[in-house]
């Protein structure tokens, strides 16, 4: 409603000049009513999910105060914005969250406490919206929480799936995925768009015409799906800044051809237009690996098209703009190959839309987007197939086979022909022909990063060799850089861990170091302080009975809450060898076996707790989870042994499942082979809560280690620069097998965990142990590409050097406040910085506190 009809801007400006007052009776006013006339119970009937639903939209009314006013702070400011473009966020629960970030604790905790409600019991109502597999999603989500607490003006685009990641169930020890519906009874915290809506289209065909004597292209017929957006509040902690997870849900497209109405084809009509809605209902269930589908590149290219439409309107609404401001005003984060299409998409409207010539788009394009890239499997590096790319998106294969035509002509003048130019092209020939979106996506960027110190090198040298050698002749050096990973102290140890936050405030004598965890130091002069011990003891044992109640009601588990706990969280892989970790299980088992009751006494106590999922196509990734929960099955049920040796398969691993776990651990195992994993994000979690890492000399594990010191770390396993080598020899038959692990196999051979109980079990597991032997299968080497039986006996001494470690209680309470206190480079604080200086060019823009909200604190 425009014009100043009656004064009514006036009226209303001073109906609304006042933001929600934050006082616990205020609280409670807002929640009552909320109750009331948003949800329509009444205050004498309604359930704790009513509860929760109402507390959230108390909380939504204020995230939207600040929201808004934040959005049009960054607006008046005509800031750089950043835009971060991810198919998956993993943002896990909200409530607790946002209150912590909102500074409403204390006022919280009072009015529901008066109301004789606890807010834990509100929180556990909240369904774990899980819009992603695994670490690079819970990353993208991370990021969002640092970049508000920064007050970086940046915002996250992706996709709204009805469906997210499926609820891992196991029966007969064995993975089964239920659908989560996680949207299905409505989220409190998102506020639906229907304003904010974009076209995309789909297939169609595209035709040359002619306009002002210029050629141009025009993409016209197939299908158009209209994508409309839902806001997700992102509050900063310490800031007044609130910024925004834009999330795209797939909607029919407006156009209803009324004609069918009275014709036969009214129920083709509906169904097609239903059809649209398909296109962002389930997250594909797949880590770093590809499945290749259809309907994943619709999401990818459906989400990107709407957020780039999104953000160019967004800068083309800024008063007088001019064209060659773009690169001044927006950067764009490519988060793996899954957005890449951002590339050919920027294009198109650029050109077509826009009508830019072909050199400025590009020169804007490049300047804008950014790729990280998340994994050195070659598997997770998207390439779709040149026939489905041109049915689906026609104008973009021409796009792309332009850009690829000048690349390889400036390949060619500098190199002349030679196999570096098809190794360089966009283009993969061979049976199918192939786009590779990693190429687009590093032609196509300004900045390209890995996301650990090691993984950085491996691209430059092993993942894209050849375009880091283009670099360097082009004297771009920096053109490929390192943003090694973090995680947000807030979620991580404010809310996951209450009782160490409160630790940490009580010695700094104030919450600072939630912003600037190099405060965290000043611990380092109390590691050693009995007093401080008694309280950190006191804590972690706090934890572990949280950890403990929480598997005996999810999964009737009881644990010995003295034993050191052990823990294996992430999802299922290979490269991750959660195998090894259940062969030593298996070797502990089989001492423990061997001893007699009085020597078995001695032997430290071990909770060994595994849990992830498995992508749902991914057999071995399933056959191991099934190892687990046999093995598991038969040491907790063996009278000699289970007081001394427990484990676990814990199901249904998500972000929820991590807060109560991460806090409880005195181990964690980060035990990939040496160069597979690029970063891992939940190692810098465990340890920010006090717990201790086995872990190789890959990924993140290198800089940890650095940080909080050797003596932090239980390190074993070959080194990257070694592992080419081992393979070599393991090929050729060169392979030793450690006698413990011989042992170990013979157990799994001779049935001790399947047997002819269960014969599909038993040949599985048989085939696992096989494969690990097999020197040469025919052809192509099929045996231990992830060097477990290299590493194993290394492993047991680590594995040794922990327990014999954790027995001088003062020692080990030392080590793990010295490593907690270490770890501020681990914050995606300093993550967040980085990209903003180095890859964005983005600044800070704090909104100013006036005095109401001064008032208000
Ligand atoms: C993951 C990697 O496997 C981790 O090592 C890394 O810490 C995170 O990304 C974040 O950078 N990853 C993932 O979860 N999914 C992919 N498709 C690729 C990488």
């Known amino acids: 409603v425009e014009g100043q009809d009656g004064g009514r801007m006036e009226k209303l400006q ?136 920064l007050s970086l003006p940046c915002w996250g685009y992706g996709i709204r799936y009805s469906y997210g990641m499926f609820k891992q169930g196991i029966k007969d020890g064995r993975q089964i995925e239920e659908p989560d519906f996680w949207i299905g009874d409505g989220c409190p915290f998102e506020i639906p768009r229907p304003d904010v809506t974009y076209p995309v289209r789909f297939y169609g065909k595209v ?53 069918a109405f009275s014709s036969a084809q009214f129920q083709d009509a509906i169904t097609q237009r239903r059809k649209a809605e398909d296109l962002s209902a389930v997250l594909y269930p797949n880590d770093a690996t590809y499945a290749g589908k259809e309907l994943r590149l619709r999401q990818q290219y459906f989400f990107v098209s709407a957020s780039l439409q999104d953000l160019l309107r967004e800068f083309i609404k800024r008063p007088n703009f001019k064209w060659e401001e773009l690169p001044q005003k927006v950067a764009v984060q490519m988060n793996d190959t899954h957005p890449t299409i951002a590339v050919a998409e920027m294009m198109r409207l650029l050109v077509d839309v826009q009508k830019l010539d072909w050199d400025r788009a590009w020169e804007l394009t490049r300047q804008c987007l950014n790729y990280t890239n998340h994994t050195v499997m070659p598997e997770a590096l998207e390439k779709w197939p040149v026939e489905m790319m041109e049915r689906m998106l026609p104008r973009h294969l021409q796009i792309i086979y332009h850009i690829n035509g000048i690349w390889i002509q400036k390949l060619l003048q500098r190199w002349g022909d030679g196999p570096i130019i098809a190794a360089l092209s966009i283009v993969e020939e061979g049976d199918v022909k192939k786009i590779r979106m990693g190429h687009l996506a590093i032609i196509g960027s300004n900045k390209i990063n890995g996301v650990a110190a090691i993984h950085t090198e491996i691209i430059k040298k092993e993942t894209f060799p050849e375009f880091y050698k283009w670099c360097c002749d082009n004297g771009e050096h920096n053109k490929i850089v390192n943003m090694t990973n973090g995680v947000t102290p807030r979620r991580w140890v ?81 490269y991750k060898r959660q195998l090894m970790n259940i062969l030593f299980v298996i070797h502990r088992y089989l001492e423990l076996k061997k001893k007699s009751p009085g020597e078995r006494a001695a032997v430290q106590k071990r909770v060994v707790l595994i849990g992830g999922k498995a992508a749902s196509a991914y057999v071995n990734a399933k056959i191991i989870i099934k190892l687990i929960n046999n093995v598991a099955k038969v040491i907790n049920n063996d009278p000699d042994t289970k007081q001394y040796l427990k484990c676990a398969f814990v199901p249904n691993y998500c972000v929820s499942a991590a807060q109560v776990m991460i806090p409880a651990s005195d181990i964690s195992e980060h035990i990939s082979t ?79 965990f399947a047997g002819q109980a269960e014969p599909e079990a038993q040949a599985e597991f048989e085939s696992i142990v096989s494969r690990l032997c097999n020197a040469r299968a025919a052809g192509t080497w099929d045996g231990d590409k992830y060097l477990v039986i290299y590493d194993f006996p290394s492993f047991i001494d680590a594995q040794a050097r922990v327990d014999q470690t954790y027995k001088n209680k003062s020692q080990w309470c030392k080590l793990s406040i010295q490593a907690a206190a270490s770890m501020a480079q681990f914050s995606t604080d300093r993550t967040m910085r980085e990209y903003a200086k180095v890859i964005w060019g983005i600044e800070p823009a704090r909104r100013p506190v006036d005095e109401e909200m001064q008032a208000r604190k």
């Open 674 to 752: 040496a160069g597979t994993e690029a970063s891992g994000t939940s190692n810098m979690k465990f340890v920010m809560n006090g717990g201790l890492i086995v872990g190789t000399m890959d990924g993140a594990n290198i800089e940890i280690r650095e940080e909080c010191g050797p003596e932090t770390m239980f390190i074993f396993g070959c080194q990257e620069n070694e592992v080419a080598g081992i393979s070599a020899r393991a090929q050729e038959g060169h392979y030793p097998i450690d006698s413990r692990l011989q042992a170990v196999f013979d157990e799994i051979r001779n049935g001790k």
């Open 14 to 149: 001073q109906l609304m000049a006042h933001y929600e007052p934050n006082d616990p009776e205020s609280i409670q006013k807002s929640f009552a009513r909320h109750l009331e006339y948003s949800l329509a119970c009444t205050r004498f009937s309604f359930t704790m999910q009513d509860a929760y639903r109402a507390a959230g939209l108390v909380l939504r009314d204020r995230l939207l105060e600040s929201l808004n006013d934040t959005n049009t702070w960054y607006r008046e400011q005509d800031v750089k914005r950043g835009y971060y473009l991810s198919a998956e966020y993993l943002i896990g629960r909200h409530m607790q969250n946002a209150i912590a970030n909102l500074d409403l604790e204390q006022p919280f905790k009072e009015a529901f406490e008066d109301l004789g409600m606890k807010l834990e019991d509100l929180f556990g109502e909240e369904a774990d919206p899980a819009l992603g597999n695994g670490g690079l999603g819970r990353l993208a989500a991370c990021f969002l929480d640092s970049m508000a607490t």
């Open 494 to 574: 404010h809310c996951a861990n209450p009782a160490l936050s409160e630790i940490f405030t009580e010695y700094l004598g104030s919450q600072e170091w939630l912003t600037d965890m190099t405060k965290l130091k000043v611990m380092l002069d109390y590691k050693e302080d009995p007093k401080l011990h008694d309280k950190w003891m006191a804590m972690k044992k706090g934890c572990k009975a949280k950890l403990a109640d929480w598997l005996k009601s999810t999964m009737d588990l009881e644990i010995d809450q003295d034993a050191l706990i052990d823990i294996q969280i992430k999802r299922i892989h290979e």
């Open 207 to 259: 035709e040359e015409a002619h306009e002002n004597g210029q050629k141009v292209s025009r993409w016209v017929g197939g299908e158009i799906v209209q994508a409309m957006a839902y806001d997700n509040p992102i509050p900063g902690f310490d800031t007044y800044n609130t910024n925004n997870l834009r999330l795209w849900r797939a909607c029919p497209s407006e156009e209803f051809d009324l004609d």
